[in-house]
């Protein structure tokens, strides 16, 4: 177990305002957010969380949302702070915060750099006017030019761009001129991915027109991809692209399956211990979340995963990673035998979807790239 990497996730809910596509667990606020109890709630939160780090040292936080930059340097600096004094820091790690070009200008970015910040990811999206206004981002094409420019001076060498395609009414030669102007501000990293409906969304129950077909995104995914690698960047997960030495640690982690801990309303954990892999959330509503961190109020155990449930969880992760991953690893995270593997791998193999190569490591295919949900559902516990 000690040989698991652990990282740790802090979540900052509010926005200034809620994108139609975000399923994910955030609020808008705009300047009422209650940030001062909410610190407090994440201090006693973190301070919970030892007991599952088992001594372990830490090799990556990553701060997501809503929007942590709504949080100022000085906050920010004091969740970091209260990390550091709880958790051994590995001397290399990697600390992350998301940001919106709109909203990095509640600090300089030099101070998110001086709080302990070491890497960002900005939430750019696209390039076009049209489409950022569609999406209902409150940043201008401008902002996103700044935003990279004034973090390179303050000293970011590691940066992250998040880029979307399959945007309504998108085509081939908008979807590369939005990587284009991505390429021209020289990020280290880019998530390039397809823009989908997810349920709990407005896009959901009301789909913008002018959606691309699946044959469009299969072009707009294929030329992509190619310009991408022409300009030295490497696929290594499905929508994670790195110039090389620049991969996400912290996301890697997840898609190999490592430990992490979750402090933060929504903030879902795993854990390894002697007596298996187990889950956990914490309160997803912001207002439960702080009573019950103030209240110090017992959560609930973090559940056991099965081996079926191991399994999937195993290569719905791994899965998506484009080298794929050796048995010694499944091993390891999961506990379980190798030859847990071939059986399950089975239908997919024979579907030309997963391959096994050099005798241990499985990999998808160019096909199960492609599909890589139905992938991954071979694998689903009956």
């Known amino acids: 177990m000690s040989s698991i990497p652990l990282s740790l996730y802090v979540h900052l ?7 139609p596509y975000c399923d994910f667990n955030s609020y808008s ?18 301070e919970a969380e030892v007991a599952h780090a ?48 709109g909203t990095i200008e509640c600090g300089d970015p030099g101070a998110y750099r001086a709080a302990g910040v070491n890497r960002l990811s900005i939430g750019a999206q696209s390039f076009s006017k049209s489409s950022l206004a569609l999406l209902g981002r409150i940043h201008s094409v401008d902002d996103i030019s700044r935003s990279m420019q004034e973090a390179s001076a303050a000293g970011f060498n590691s940066i992250n761009l998040d880029l979307m395609y399959g945007l309504p009414r998108q085509g081939v030669d908008e979807a590369l001129v939005d990587i284009e102007l991505a390429l021209a501000l020289q990020p280290q990293h880019i998530s390039w991915y397809q823009l989908t409906m997810e349920p709990n969304t407005v896009f959901y129950t009301r789909p913008p027109e002018g959606m691309p077909d699946e ?40 898609w190999s399956f490592g430990d992490y801990l979750a402090v933060g309303a929504g903030a879902h954990g795993k854990v390894t211990d002697s007596e298996g892999v187990h889950r956990y959330t914490k309160p997803a509503n912001p207002l439960s979340y702080m009573q019950a961190m103030q209240s110090q109020q017992p959560q609930p155990l973090p559940q056991a995963l099965g081996e079926s449930e191991l399994l999937f969880e195993f290569m719905l992760n791994a899965l998506r990673l484009r080298d794929g991953f050796d048995e010694s690893l499944f091993e390891q995270r999961t506990g379980l035998p190798a030859d847990r593997l071939a059986d399950a791998a089975a239908a997919a193999t024979e579907r030309g979807l997963i391959e096994l190569s050099g005798g241990r490591r499985w990999q998808p295919t160019a096909l199960g790239r492609r599909f890589l949900n139905d992938l991954q559902a071979e694998f689903l516990p009956n």
């Open 54 to 101: 088992q001594g372990r040292e830490l090799v990556s936080v990553f701060m997501g949302g809503g929007t942590p930059s709504l949080f100022t340097p000085d906050e920010i600096g004091r969740v970091l702070d209260s990390v550091a004094q709880n958790f051994s820091l590995a001397a290399d790690i990697e600390i992350t915060m998301e940001a919106n070009p």
């Open 29 to 46: 606020s705009g300047d009422s957010a209650p940030k001062e109890r909410y610190l407090k709630a994440l201090f006693s939160d973190i």
């Open 13 to 19: 809910p509010w926005c200034v305002r809620k994108c």
């Open 215 to 254: 044959e469009r995104l299969a072009d707009i995914q294929d030329a992509g991809q190619a310009m991408l690698s022409t300009q030295g960047f490497r696929q290594y997960e499905v929508s994670a692209w790195s110039r090389e030495g620049e991969q996400c640690r912290h996301n890697l982690n997840y």
